[in-house]
């Protein structure tokens, strides 16, 4: 550095920095929570507003809808959009939507439960 402000014998301090020493055997790992998924699927038939587990689509098994008071949360997609909860119902083994409208015939119906 040349300057006429620094003289040029003038040593810069080098910064001062610690390193934490840590133990070359300690070994840390988070485990994560396990979580219990379940989901219901369906196909809207044109003027159904009420799903139980026997409308669900045959071909998945273990399908069932879990009473909400076991459940962590759910999800609710028609056609893919995900619903708000003022727009359904669930109880043990029944969904029930509270929209005006119903989904139209061929529409998937999709209820995720967690369990954390």
Same mark, same amino acid.
């Given at each position: 550095?040349?300057? *006429?402000? &620094?003289? +040029?014998?003038?040593?810069?301090?080098?910064?001062?920095?610690?390193?934490? *020493? $840590?133990?070359? =055997? +300690? /070994?840390?790992?988070? &485990?994560?929570?396990?979580?219990?998924? !379940?989901?219901?699927?369906?196909?809207? #038939? @044109? $003027? %159904?507003?009420?799903?139980? +587990?026997?409308? @669900?689509?045959?071909?998945?098994? #273990? %399908?069932?809808?879990?009473?909400?008071? #076991?459940?962590?949360?759910?999800?609710?997609?028609?056609? @893919?959009?995900? %619903?708000?909860?003022? =727009? !359904?119902?669930? +109880?043990?083994?029944?969904?029930?939507? #509270?929209? &005006?409208? /119903?989904? &139209?015939?061929?529409?998937?119906?999709?209820?995720?439960?967690? /369990? /954390?």
């Amino acid at each position: 550095m040349h300057s *006429k402000y &620094i003289k +040029e014998d003038t040593a810069i301090p080098r910064p001062l920095l610690f390193f934490p *020493k $840590c133990s070359p =055997n +300690e /070994i840390r790992t988070r &485990i994560p929570k396990r979580i219990i998924s !379940y989901e219901f699927y369906a196909i809207a #038939n @044109g $003027c %159904q507003r009420i799903y139980e +587990e026997k409308d @669900g689509i045959t071909d998945i098994e #273990n %399908q069932v809808i879990l009473d909400p008071s #076991n459940v962590s949360y759910m999800n609710l997609f028609i056609n @893919g959009v995900l %619903q708000p909860h003022d =727009n !359904y119902t669930v +109880e043990k083994g029944k969904l029930k939507l #509270n929209t &005006i409208d /119903i989904p &139209i015939k061929g529409t998937p119906i999709i209820l995720q439960m967690f /369990i /954390i």
